[in-house]
Nanobody, 125 residues
Framework: QVSLVESGGGSVQTGGSLRLSCAAS????????MGWFRRVAGNEREGVAA????????FYSESVKGRFTISQDTAGDTLFLQMNDLKPEDTAIYYC??????????????????WGQGTQVTVSS
């Protein structure tokens, strides 16, 4: 049973930074994809960033490219999302997710099988 637990959300002002963490347990061996998604109430989940493990390939949505960075610790147990230059439109619940293998569309939520409970990020102007 794979478990994902996010932390690090909070409230910041425009231009601020936050670092989200996702602690993974019940590891799936072999190549896998891990991603960060966000959802605003009433909207679909939006792919923000994704990484292929252990290849290290990364993918970003256009809305966050250059501001957000996805990474993982050396043990591969924790996924991070460094968010800089935050904007009010970044306000959402952020989720981490995991899928086996390398995905054709890593920023699409459909193929991801395991999800965390989410952490709220609020950016005020």
């Amino acid at each position: 049973q794979v478990s994902l637990v996010e932390s690090g959300g909070g409230s910041v002002q425009t231009g601020g930074s936050l670092r989200l963490s996702c602690a993974a347990s019940g590891w799936i061996f072999g190549r896998s994809s891990m991603g960060w998604f966000r959802r605003v109430a009433g909207n679909e989940r939006e792919g923000v960033a994704a990484s292929v493990i252990p290849d290290g390939m990364t993918f970003y949505s256009e809305s966050v490219k250059g501001r957000f960075t996805i990474s993982q610790d050396t043990a591969g147990d924790t996924l991070f999302l460094q968010m800089n230059d935050l904007k009010p439109e970044d306000t959402a619940i952020y989720y981490c997710a995991r899928a086996p293998g390398r995905l054709r569309e890593p920023l699409s939520p459909g193929p991801y099988r395991f999800w965390g409970q989410g952490t709220q990020v609020t950016v005020s102007s």
